[in-house]
Antibody, heavy 117, light 106 residues
Framework: EVQLAESGGGLIHPGESLRLSCAAS????????INWVRQTPGKGLEWISI???????YYAASLRGRFTISRDQSQNTFYLHINSLRTDDTAIYYC???????????WGQGVLLTVSS | EIVLTQSPATLSLSPGGRATLSCRAS??????LGWYQQKPGQAPRLLIY???NRATGIPARFSGSGSGTDFTLTISRLEPEDFGVYYC????????FGQGTKVEIK
């Protein structure tokens, strides 16, 4: 059974940085497509970033520059680093994985990130 | 960015009823459209990928159809556990989601 579990959310001040983690079991992060998606009441579901099995990374055009996806093969975990956090980054962040690009077969339970002073 | 427009916004149906949800894309997405179900406090769950393929473990009452810019998710006989919000998502270009259709109990 595939399980993805996010961690690292919470209350963060504007301008600070954060790393979200997604620990995988039953799913090998280095040989699959790994993704981060966020959800807000106002903008709905937004695809943030994708990493291909070969290590290539892609980002939503509107978010490029502050977000970085990475993975640790030894820990079977992937990450989302967010710099210069803004109040409109407040959202539930989901990690998702798939054997195909641009699709979310498996999802974590989500982690709430609140950016507020 | 490809914009997906879902209709209706809300669908009120009784258990046992048939649900037909629509998703229209601002440009052709070929076959690369999927559907997800989301319940309160839960992550989205993949139901259908590539227009008409059921994901693992998804019951046969869920079916997808369409091509180009117009797609449909049909739930043939609604079960109590089917009520929630349904999203379409395209993957031909940078992935985007529709705004959702809420299926509620009438």
């Amino acid at each position: 059974e595939v399980q993805l579990a996010e961690s690292g959310g919470g209350l963060i001040h504007p301008g600070e940085s954060l790393r979200l983690s997604c620990a995988a079991s039953g799913f090998t992060v280095s040989s699959n497509y790994i993704n981060w998606v966020r959800q807000t009441p106002g903008k709905g579901l937004e695809w943030i970033s994708i990493m291909y099995p070969n290590g290539d990374t892609y980002y939503a055009a509107s978010l490029r520059g502050r977000f970085t996806i990475s993975r640790d093969q030894s820990q079977n975990t992937f990450y989302l680093h967010i710099n210069s956090l803004r109040t409109d980054d407040t959202a539930i962040y989901y990690c998702a994985g798939s054997g195909s690009p641009n699709r979310g077969d498996y999802w974590g339970q989500g982690v709430l990130l609140t950016v507020s002073s | 960015e490809i914009v997906l427009t879902q209709s209706p916004a809300t669908l009120s149906l009784s258990p046992g009823g048939r649900a037909t949800l629509s998703c229209r894309a601002s440009q052709s997405v070929s076959c690369c459209l999927g559907w997800y179900q989301q319940k309160p406090g839960q992550a989205p769950r993949l139901l259908i990928y590539d227009t008409d393929n059921r994901a693992t473990g998804i019951p046969a009452r869920f079916s997808g159809s369409g091509s180009g810019t117009d797609f449909t998710l049909t739930i043939s006989r609604l079960e109590p556990e089917d009520f929630g919000v349904y999203y379409c998502q395209q993957g031909i270009h940078w992935p985007t989601f529709g705004q959702g259709t809420k299926v509620e109990i009438k």
